[in-house]
């Protein structure tokens, strides 16, 4: 398939500043089958949602998703919108023929994700789920050195994602705090990265779990104005309706152990996703606050030689370099949303499944179901 895709954006907070750039980006970067036109962005303040197709470099605006999902001139809906209206737009787009890009996690429950799955599943129309650091270069060549058999048989996991943005009482009750809006809390929000990361490293599923749940700050100001991922907010208070941290064990398809943690209140950590994969031959580590790098452990190489050893992922040679700077030239955060465009377009042009299919985010729907449901059973191991 050959010719332009246009493009239209259902939302406009924080992901949709990363996705706004990343379509503008990968076309220039990567050779792409296909032309791309930022063609609309929607949003429900007409003001605001101006605002940012000026900015951001969108031909359009408009209020109402519905209109725009099932316009002959659009080929793709992306949807960065909070969680609970994925299933809606992800669903009718699909309906309408459209390729979907989905922001994670896919849904607010195992129900509407099996809907979702199921209408990706009918539909000729791609439909990819946006697990974005799977594509960071270092962690898709931790998933190619893994599958090429450098730990060995995964014995053990750890897989941490720990940010600090909740820690002061008085951050306000922002929508990543309503379970009504965001299905759960720091578990579905940044654990779900982790769950995904951990079966997409090790090509294991997690088949059963036992956590716990729990909410630090029962109450915050009701959110006034929505600022960054925190807010602003002023004397109404309002009861916070999901998880702050999330602490649970995995038993992986293999019979290995995982542990897990999502937190906002790691005090001192911004954005720490921390995974580390080990097994009888070796070891991988990795963590976003040093995205470049992987930290790499031989086993069978000789025992007076042994340690982990620093490996930077920045060569042309590795996943993704080759669109971007010369030998050793860093990449950041917002990279990775590029290839994660360069990946889907590639995908609708050749016809073939992008990943993570949205059958990817149902397994991981299940196992933050899993956790819920077991921290609400005095932390019994719960089958996913
Ligand atoms: C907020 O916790 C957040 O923006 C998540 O929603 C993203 O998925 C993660 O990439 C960074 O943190």
Known sequence: MTG???????GYGFMGAAHSQA??????????????????IVGRNPEAVADAAAKWGWQESATDWRDVVTRDD??????????????????????????VLCEKPLANSGGDAEAMAEAARSSSAKAMLGFTYRRVPALTRARDLIAQGAVGTVQ?????????????????LSWRLQKDLAGHGALGDIGAHAID??????????EKVSGVIDTIVKERPVETERVGIAGKGGDEKAPVTVDDVAIFTGRLENGALAAFEATRFATGRKNELSVEISGDKGAIA????????????????DELSQGFTRVLVTEPGHPYLEGWWPTGHM??????????????IDAIANDTTPTPT?????????????????SNDDSRWVQI
């Open 4 to 10: 332009t895709l246009r493009v239209a954006m259902i």
């Open 286 to 301: 990795f963590n976003l606050e040093s995205l470049n790098e992987l930290q790499v452990y031989d086993r069978t190489a």
């Open 156 to 172: 053990q996991v750890r897989a941490a994602y720990r940010q600090d943005w909740l820690v002061d009482p008085e951050a306000p």
């Open 74 to 99: 659009i080929d793709i809906i992306d949807i960065v919108t909070p969680g609970h209206s994925h299933h809606e737009i992800a669903i009718a787009a699909l309906e309408a023929g459209k390729h």
């Open 197 to 206: 990361l951990v079966q997409f490293l090790t090509g294991l599923s997690v």
């Open 23 to 40: 379509w503008r980006t990968a076309p220039r970067v990567f050779d792409l089958p296909n032309d791309i036109e930022m063609a609309v």
């Open 331 to 344: 990449l950041g955060y917002e990279h990775a949303f590029s290839h994660q465009v360069k990946d889907f």
């Open 358 to 374: 949205f059958d990817d985010g149902v397994q991981v729907q299940r196992v933050l179901d899993a956790v819920e449901a077991s």
